[in-house]
């Protein structure tokens, strides 16, 4: 038997890159934040270019913007894309949801009411905590699917989203209502009924198209698009 090749550890660009990206996603980092590459290198005990090329990487994902005249910031949430990424979310999930229903074996709906226990009991304080096991859940409808590539798929196009979903976490009753719609999703698919299924899984997602204007106006900072207000209302700089 041919012997296995080592994996090799991560480069100190990627961990960084890792790191920062989560923070930004999570919005620990908030939209607009001043970026220190300096002040990032001496953090992590690295030269400013593994921190450099990690800030690269994530200004082509959206997530950082780079000025050369005035300076790096974590990017704006971009409020014109939004609409589209979440209605090609909602198809691909619609899919996962239609084919668990369809072909989801035992193990795989035992997943998915195993991720949706873990939601259901989720601290509501704990919005990083939830997201997670909401996480969860979605990627366990697409393994029942039988086609996992899915949600890795959803991944790749949902990052602003996540940036905007977490600014919903807060309203009243947000994550009750979640919960209910995950388990409106989970009881189509145990009743193997395909169809519907699919719908409310479009419903529970076509909830955050409805959200965006408010949620966009309550954070008019963190957007850039409609509401956003000028530099100077701001208090902080960021190029428009």
Known sequence: MPSRVPER???ASAVIRQELRARIVSLA???????????????YGVSRTPV?????KLAEEGLVAIFP???TFVGLIP????????????SLEETSARLAAERGDAAGLAAIDRAMAVL???????????????????AGVARAAGHPGIWRLVQQVKVQVDRFRRLTLPQAGRLDRVVAE??????????RDPEAAARRMGAHLDGLLADL????????????????RDEGEQGRPFPP
């Open 9 to 11: 550890p991560p480069t």
């Open 29 to 43: 980092m908030r939209p607009g934040e001043p970026i220190n590459e300096k002040a990032l290198a001496r953090r």
């Open 213 to 228: 204007g408010g949620i966009a106006g309550l954070n008019p900072d963190y957007f850039d698009g409609p509401g956003r």
């Open 52 to 56: 450099h090329e990690a800030v690269l």
């Open 69 to 71: 005249q005035s300076g």
């Open 182 to 191: 995950h388990g409106a999703v989970r009881d189509a698919i145990a009743a």
């Open 120 to 138: 259901a009991v989720a601290d509501k304080d704990d919005h990083e905590a939830f997201h997670q096991a909401d996480e969860a859940f979605h």
């Open 79 to 90: 409020y014109a894309d939004l609409p589209e990424t979440i209605i090609i979310r909602r």
